[in-house]
Each structure stands twice: as C-alpha cells, then as structure tokens.
C-alpha cells in the first residue's frame, strides 16, 4: 500500500467512489438486460404506432354516417383492404386501420340496424365523428430515429417493454460488475441460534440481496477462516471487478485486512471516513486484472449496521458507477423531530417517513439492524445534529 491511513470526509469518500470508470460495453438479449445500464442512447427503430391503429373497439368509418357496414372485421395484427366512403367495417383496439377509414365509432355509440345493413351513429354528440376520432395515429409517440432514453438510464422492466415495442431484440449494455463477498470471522455461524460465545452471520444475507438489486452479480463465499493466510490468498486470487469484505477493517487481534492489501500490492483510496457508524470502513484500489483493468475492493466493518452504512458509502457508488448507472440525485425529507448527530462526524441515522417528514428510530446502534429493518431510509445528519425542520438527505435502505 502506498497511502498511510487517512480519514476522509464523508462526501469525498462518496465521490471517491463514484470516480471509477465505467465496465465495457457488451451486446445482450433483452431478456438478461434487466438491472443492467443503457451503454448508449435507445433510439427507436420505428414509428410508434407503426401503422395508424384503432384506440377503441367499434368500427372504422370513412366519411360521415350512417354508413353502409362491410362484411367481416378487422382484428389487431391482421391487413385491413381499404375502405370506401361512406362505409363502415367493425374494427378491434389496436387493429391497423382501413386506408380511407377517417374517425373509428366506438361499439356503445353505434347501432348496427337490423335488416338495412346500415350503420347509425348514436352518440352523445351529434354531427360527423371528427376525422381522427379514436385513432392513434402512426408516430404519435415517436417517429424512427427519436432518441427515447439517455445512455446510463438502468434497464428496469418498463425500459424492457419500451426497447421491445421500439424494434430491439439485443440491448447495447454496460457489463455488470461481478462481486466476491468475502465474510470474516470465526465467531459466526451460518445457521441455528447463537452458541458458545458465537453469533449468526447477518450480512452474508443480507449484503448479496442488495447488491445484486444494485447491479451487480454477486458470488457469496462461505466464511471465511480468521487469519492472515485464507483472506490474503482470497483476495489475491479473486478475478472479480471488486472484493466486498465484511470484518477485519479495526485494529483487532485477527484485524488482518490491512496486512493482506498491503501484502497484494494494493493502494487504499478511502481508509477510514468521517462517519458513524462505520468509520474504519475502506475503498482499495487492487492490482489490475489479465485485461488490464482497475479491480477495487471495499472493506466493510463487521458490526452490520455499520457495514451498511459503509456499502451506502462506498460500495453502492462504485457498483452503481462500474455498471454505468447515472442515477437521479439523492431525496430529501424535513426532520419531524430533532435528529441526533456526531459531534465531528457525518451521521447516518435510520428514519421513519411519514409523508414528507422523517424521525429516528430506535435500536439504531451500530450492531443493530432492529431499526434499519423498519426504516425507510438512511438520514444524512451533519456533525452536531439537525433540528426539527431541518431538510436532511435521505438515502434508500437495502432493497432487493
Ligand atoms: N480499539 C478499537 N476498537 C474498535 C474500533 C476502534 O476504532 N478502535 N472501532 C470499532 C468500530 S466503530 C467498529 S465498526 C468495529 C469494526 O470492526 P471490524 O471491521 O474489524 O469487525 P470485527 O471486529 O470483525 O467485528 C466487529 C463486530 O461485528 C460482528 N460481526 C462481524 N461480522 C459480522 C457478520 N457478518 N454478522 C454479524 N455480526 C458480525 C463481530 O462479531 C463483532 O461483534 O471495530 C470496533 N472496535
Ligand atoms: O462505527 Mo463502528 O462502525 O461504531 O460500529
């Protein structure tokens, strides 16, 4: 390592954070494009509508009524032939429109006269339906080449109906950063009641759950071992983008994860940040992959809440940024009630949003999770507190 420890204020770690580059662009198939970002700009493909197209069950009218009615109907997907004035043809929602078909009467405003074979038009409004009436036009929502969505924009499954409807089979993605959870400590079960002076794993859980909402695809690795040797050879052989510990950032006996980066040649960009809880929390640059790529790794405290708040710091905005997400900026609520904060320090405090006012909880403490679990977001709480009406950042808790 060539950087001494260094705290570094809250924000700038954030930002520290956010500087890594983007991961390459890659080609997939819609259906594995969910969660990924838009490596360029969606442009449509076609017109949409692609055709002139009927808002409404009813039928297509040419010219005013009543109107002679045709044989047959047109039903969405099929080829209409064109219609003559003065008649009429039963059209479904979304059926292409007849060519010479001017306005479509909805089936509740029209009677199809027994016997005359004539149709009569019965709505409310009287006079000729006006041209268009009912129709979507072709281009309404946007003509071929119309730029619909930035690069960056997160493929959520409304981008995947948009892309599908605009033409496209493949996206133009970012690549997802693949994550290795490395969780230390030999104190720590993974299943059953705590025993023994021993307690169960909480971020193996939880730490793969969210992260993989925010992009990335996470292998989770079983715990691991205390002791210099299992987490050095980890971290060492780890091909993934970046290396998420939990534990081991102190200065505890079997605190060795500044040994093992110092070991494989790492450069600490964040060690340790002027926040609470998780201040020993660490973002390393890790020696380049085969492909010449920066590799990170963030290490996160090992009581929970406080690994928490260090992913919200670190590791959130690395992913977020490596997958070429650009995200809306952050929202902000009005303190209900005072909030407490750190004397120095940049606090983030678990909230309860009720409209657009937020309070504390309680069982905030950084081995808790009690409050976090029923909280609606992280508040952003400035060294010395905010008082009540103060409007505070509020970041989004773990999420799937
Ligand atoms: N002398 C000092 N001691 C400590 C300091 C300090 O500044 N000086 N900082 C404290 C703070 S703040 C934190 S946070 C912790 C950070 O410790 P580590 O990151 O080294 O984590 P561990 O020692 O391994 O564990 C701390 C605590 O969390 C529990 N833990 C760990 N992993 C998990 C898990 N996956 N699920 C549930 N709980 C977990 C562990 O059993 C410990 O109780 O250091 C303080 N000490
Ligand atoms: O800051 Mo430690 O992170 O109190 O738990």
Excluded at 164 to 180: E, F, I, K, M, N
Excluded at 222 to 245: C, H, I, K, N, Q
Excluded at 353 to 364: I, K, M
Aim: hydrophobic share 45%.
């Amino acid at each position: 390592m060539t950087a001494g420890p260094l705290t570094t204020d809250w924000e700038k770690a954030r930002a520290a954070a956010r500087a890594v580059p983007s991961l390459p662009p890659v080609a997939r198939d819609l259906a594995d494009a969910l969660g990924h970002a838009l490596a360029e700009p969606l442009t449509a493909l076609t017109d949409l509508p692609p055709f002139d197209t009927s808002a409404m069950d009813g039928w297509a009218v040419a010219g005013p009524g009543p109107w002679r009615l045709r044989d047959g109907g047109v039903l969405a997907g099929g080829q209409p032939e064109p219609l003559p004035p003065g008649t009429a043809v039963a059209i479904a929602t979304g059926a292409r429109l007849p060519e010479g078909a001017d306005a479509v009467l909805r089936r509740e405003d029209g009677a199809d006269e027994a016997g005359s074979g004539l149709l009569l038009d019965r709505s409310a409004c009287p006079g000729p339906p006006a041209p268009g009436r009912d129709i979507r036009p072709r281009g309404q929502e946007c003509r071929a080449d119309d730029p619909l969505l930035p690069a960056g924009t997160s493929v959520t499954p409304t981008v995947l109906g948009l892309a599908a409807a605009a033409g496209y089979d493949r996206l133009t993605v970012h690549r997802r950063p693949r994550v290795d959870l490395l969780v230390l400590g030999d104190e720590l079960l993974a299943t059953g009641l705590p025993r023994d002076g021993r307690i169960r794993d909480a971020l193996g859980p939880l730490l793969p759950a969210w992260l993989s909402g925010q992009g990335a695809d996470v292998v989770g690795r079983p715990l691991l071992p205390d002791g210099f040797g299992p987490l050095y050879e980890a971290v060492r052989d780890s091909t993934a983008d970046v290396v998420v510990t939990t534990g081991s950032t102190a200065a505890g006996p079997v605190d060795f994860l500044h040994d093992a980066l110092r070991a494989v040649g790492a450069r600490l960009l964040v060690d340790s940040v002027a926040v609470r809880p998780g201040h020993p929390m660490l973002l390393a640059e890790l020696p380049p992959g085969a492909d010449g790529r920066a590799r990170h790794l963030v290490g996160l405290p090992g009581n929970p809440l406080a690994a928490v708040v260090g992913a919200v710091t670190l590791a959130v905005p690395l992913l977020r940024s490596l997958g070429g997400h650009v995200d809306a900026g952050p929202l902000d609520a009005v303190c209900a009630a005072a909030l407490p904060g750190h004397p120095r320090d940049t606090r983030l405090l678990p909230v309860r949003r009720t409209g657009r006012a937020v309070a504390p909880l309680p069982f905030g403490g950084p081995a808790m999770l009690r409050g976090l679990a029923l909280a609606d977001g992280l508040a952003v709480v400035p060294p010395g507190g905010a008082e009540a009406g103060a409007v505070v950042e509020i970041l989004d808790v773990p999420r799937p």
